[in-house]
């Protein structure tokens, strides 16, 4: 009866060499898979600290899988351990979202020993968003794309419309309130090619009747 109670199926691990290439594998299509996001991220602010959180979120879920087996329990513990620590991290970029859950993906794919999977998808992947970022949804114009926030002096009421139309391919206002030295707009703008950040920069510095002129990009290398 005791016998029986206690007898239990054990999860038999991998060898130490199948663990090892299993990580490694997870590693090295890892670093591929980040270093096409690098290639592809051109006119946005590089975040170092997401770079190796691809690189290294891989290799612990590569292990996690490999350690959970087919085991229920292990599997709710680990669950468990991850609500503990509660990850209060905010991807505020859907394309970095993709691209995280695409190197937990590897790492996955790595553990359960399917290598051909994590292989081809990688390959696939990387292929994908190197042709997006060449296309006319890619990248490139990313580096155009400006938020500008300026005063309008009530008393001269300068004929700021003319001046984006004349400098930006594209532009829309997403703001405004008003101050005590006039009216405090702010726009997206998206610039032409011909036109570059520091020449509208100083076109809006020099015109008459405008002030506190601030151009920005929502791009942050403190968030991921």
């Known amino acids: 009866m005791f016998e029986s109670l206690t007898k239990e199926t054990l999860y038999e691990y991998p060898s130490f060499k199948v663990a090892l ?7 090295t299509l890892s670093s591929v898979m980040a270093y096409t996001y690098y290639l592809t991220n051109k006119g946005q602010a590089f975040s170092r600290n997401f770079f ?15 350690a959970v087996g087919n085991n229920v329990a292990a599997g709710f513990g680990i669950i468990g351990a991850i609500a503990i620590i509660r990850f209060r991290v905010t991807i505020e ?4 979202i993709i691209f995280i859950f695409g190197t937990l993906s590897i790492g996955i794919a790595a553990g359960v020993y399917g290598y051909s999977i994590a292989l081809a998808g990688t ?3 990387c292929l994908i968003a190197l042709l997006l970022s060449i296309s006319p949804f890619g990248s490139a114009v990313l580096v ?5 926030s300026v005063t309008l002096s009530n008393e001269t009421n300068p004929d700021l419309d003319s001046i984006l ?8 206002l997403i703001g405004m309130n008003s101050t005590k030295t006039g009216s405090r707009r ?6 032409k090619k011909e036109t570059s950040k520091e020449a509208f920069f100083e076109t809006l510095e020099t015109t008459n009747g405008l002030s506190n002129t601030r151009l920005e990009r929502d791009d942050n290398l403190d968030k991921i």
């Open 165 to 172: 139309q004349k400098h930006c391919e594209d532009f829309r």
């Open 21 to 27: 290439f299993s990580i490694l594998l997870a590693f």
């Open 123 to 125: 390959i696939v992947f």
């Open 186 to 191: 702010r726009y997206f703008v998206l610039l």
């Open 52 to 66: 190796q959180a691809m690189v290294l979120s891989s290799v612990v879920s590569c292990m996690v899988i490999m």
């Open 144 to 148: 155009r794309e400006f938020a500008v």
């Open 93 to 96: 970029n859907p394309r970095n």
